[in-house]
């Protein structure tokens, strides 16, 4: 299934080399984004590209559970994507529009996505060691923030590639003001806090091998305080290990010494 997924996105990269200039010749890509002869055609294909990376991504991160899991994280990723920016693009638009902007919805919009692209092509690239982890750990803790991780990294790139092109907006096309820089800082913070709490209520995307399949859970707690707790239990395992093969040891010594060793632990 993997070389499939592989052949799939190479084939892909080939017929569709022209979007992938993001990455290395960011000046002449966000040209073309900014004509609107093209700004619909790099709108559709920018989502196409998202769908499709962070589908697969989404698979294999819910495979860690089965094939049940791994089809609704492919499912439940793109949903995230596109949902936290259908949650959070009116206001940005609106408001660099009321002070200056004279960008237009498709030109905006495809900025934002170049950002998104980005986090989903670094993302699928840690693919393989995800599966790795997979492979040679039963951590789910560890698996999580693992996840989690990777998702910050991705996310660091595609902030720095939406200010290029907002920066290439401002500087050289003359269409976006400064102030709006400033506005779009105090947005990807919002965006952050929707992104993780709109997780956090489709959860679960890896799945826990402990627990029945559920597509999903109950509310409660938050996104903020399961990351803390997942750190903590990472070196929970080596710690009940210990205490399992102490008490063992004492099961294998006569019964009075089991019974004090009972009192003991109450």
Not at 12 to 29: G, R
Not at 39 to 55: A, D, E, H, P, T
Not at 171 to 195: C, D, H, R, T
Not at 211 to 239: G, H, M
Request: proline fraction near 3%; glycine fraction near 4%; hydrophobic fraction near 50%.
């Amino acid at each position: 299934m993997f070389i499939g997924l592989y052949l799939l996105i190479k084939n892909t990269m080939k017929t569709n080399q022209s979007i992938f200039k993001v990455f290395q010749h960011s000046d002449e890509y966000f040209e073309a984004l900014s004509d609107s002869e093209f700004s619909r055609k790099y709108v559709i294909k920018q989502v196409l590209f998202i769908l499709l990376f962070s589908f697969i991504y989404g698979i294999v991160m819910g495979s860690y559970n089965g094939l049940q899991q791994s089809m609704v994280t492919g499912v439940k990723l793109p949903c995230l994507i596109f949902l936290s920016l259908l949650i959070c693009f009116p206001a940005l638009f609106v408001i660099q529009y009321m002070i200056g902007s004279t960008m237009t919805i498709y030109q905006m919009a495809n900025i934002i996505l170049s950002g998104f692209f980005v986090f989903s092509t670094i993302a699928l690239s840690f693919a393989p060691i995800v599966i790795f982890f997979m492979i040679t750990s039963e951590n789910y803790a560890f698996l999580k923030l693992l996840h989690v991780s990777i998702f910050v990294f991705s996310g660091i790139f595609a902030v720095k590639t939406i200010i290029n092109g907002l920066t290439f907006s401002c500087e050289k096309k003359n269409i976006y003001p400064k102030l709006g820089m400033q506005i779009f800082k105090i947005w990807v913070v919002i965006l952050a806090f929707v992104s993780s709490q709109l997780a956090w209520n489709l959860r679960p995307f890896v799945g826990n091998h402990d627990l029945p399949f559920e597509l999903l859970r109950q509310r409660e707690s938050n996104f903020y305080v399961a990351v803390i707790q997942s750190v903590a239990t990472i070196f929970e395992p080596a710690k009940n290990s210990g205490q399992d093969k102490q008490y063992n040891s004492i099961k294998q010594q006569p019964d009075s010494t089991l019974n004090k060793a009972n009192e003991q632990r109450r």
